[in-house]
């Protein structure tokens, strides 16, 4: 017996805990704070008028009158991140407030250096990212209620009304979607190194709901937002500074450095929740995709980053299946895949309605008191990928990651 118990304790062991992820929330930061400490409240009077700052042009014009803070006041993780939502928010505005065709090159120092020094502790980049627009923008109207849109507010908001209102909580409820796949990956890694066939077999089972569910959650888009305000008055605002012709130089942060800055935009790449389900699944992208996904982790919180590590460093699931023989295993593992690329086929059909489509309708309707739909992005993704053709490829090569019942 005695050799047994010792191999239990060296067992290694997968937790959600340690990487900070939330059992009850997943990637979403929970319960993220609404209001920061008094002596930030000249960032907090502007990130709280700030689609009316924007639509009368007056954005600006308030930031210039902005005094420099220091950061040294914000205590603990969910101010920091809160700092950095508001910090965020108030950059894109700034940036793009008249428009893809009048973007702000300089973003001024009383914005720059505190963005940057609040990034830097939380080992972030200094632009908005999925993780602020989504995983840290939320609040329950009533906190014994569940999670759903009507008990749901985003903290900090652009123009776009009640379309961006919806794109914003409708991708917080898919992030909350994935949270039982996340507890059955973690479960599914911890079966693999027992072994237990059994238990990875009711994670597979678990896996494969969980991204359904996802799916179905993702199909709220459709309820909520209108693809032709998103096109034009929406999507410029998550736009970045890399691979983006209206700024091919980047961005100056005045006080930071002496050169433009690069950065990508928020993108649901960043969303670390797809890229631990490949991990763990085993599937592998074409070198293009790859590079890009590979720089979207740059853009999460570092220890969902890490997290994702761990699953890529653990036993293969798929060397594992086709080692082992079991039919049940190998038919819920390609029910996984088939799952996932259902998901990413029911993506790929909304950007085409939300982003291609909406296109030409954008060209002939403008809205005049808004900057307008980013020309320069026209067929990219805010994340500055050629969107569609990445899109099929992800599907397609998820498609691929099918094991054949012979083995």
């Known amino acids: ?26 990637f979403l930061l929970p319960n993220p704070l609404k209001e ?13 008028r ?12 308030q930031v210039n009158e902005m005094p420099l803070l220091n950061c040294q006041f914000l205590t603990g993780y969910r101010e920091q991140r809160l700092a950095h939502l508001v910090l965020t928010f108030i950059t894109m505005g700034y940036v793009w407030q008249d428009g893809e065709a009048q973007p702000k090159q300089v973003l001024p120092r009383t914005l720059a250096l505190p963005l940057v020094e609040v990034s830097r502790n939380l080992g972030l980049p200094p632009i908005l990212l999925h993780a602020d627009l989504v995983l840290a923008n939320w609040a329950t109207r009533n906190p014994g209620r569940p999670l759903e849109i009507r008990n749901l507010d985003p903290i900090v908001l652009f123009p776009g009304g009640e379309s961006l209102r919806g794109f914003i909580l409708v991708t917080v409820l898919v992030e909350k979607a ?28 678990q896996l494969r709901l969980s991204i359904q569910d996802i799916t179905r959650a993702l199909g709220q ?29 980047g961005l100056l942060y005045e006080g930071v450095s002496k050169e433009p800055l690069n950065y990508s935009g928020a993108s649901a790449a960043q969303s670390t929740v797809l890229h631990a389900f490949d991990e763990f699944l085993g599937v592998r992208h074409s070198e293009d995709s790859a590079d890009f996904l590979h720089r979207m982790r740059d853009y999460m919180p570092p220890s969902h ?24 295993l190998l038919t819920a593992y390609n029910q996984c895949v088939e799952a996932l690329a259902a998901l990413r086929s029911y993506h790929l059909a909304m950007v085409t309605k939300y982003l291609i489509t909406a296109a030409p309708k954008a060209k002939v309707r403008r809205t005049s008191h808004l ?3 980013p020309q320069a992005l026209e067929e990219r993704g805010t994340g500055g990928t050629a969107v569609v053709r990445f899109l099929k490829s992800v599907r397609d090569k998820t498609l691929e990651a099918v094991l054949s019942q012979s083995g």
């Not at 994935?178 to 089972?205: C, E, F, M």
């Open 1 to 26: 017996m005695e050799p047994q118990s010792q191999n239990l304790k060296t067992t290694p062991s997968l937790t959600l805990g340690r990487f900070h992820i939330s059992e009850d929330y997943g």
């Open 36 to 48: 920061l400490p008094d002596h930030y409240r000249p960032w907090m009077e502007i990130a709280n």
């Open 50 to 61: 700030l689609p009316h700052l924007i639509e009368s042009h007056q954005l600006r014009a």
């Open 178 to 205: 994935a949270v039982p796949g996340i507890k059955a990956l973690v479960q599914a890694v911890n079966a693999l190194w027992l072994p237990s066939p059994d238990s990875l077999l009711q994670a597979l089972q």
């Open 221 to 249: 888009m459709h309820d909520y937002v209108d693809p032709d305000i998103f096109y034009t008055a929406i999507r410029i605002f998550f736009s970045g500074w890399k691979n983006n012709p209206a700024m091919p130089a």
């Open 305 to 328: 980053r890490a997290f994702v590590e761990e699953i890529h460093c653990a036993p293969s699931l798929r060397d594992h299946i086709l080692s082992s023989g079991n039919s049940q």
């Open 371 to 373: 900057p307008g739909p």
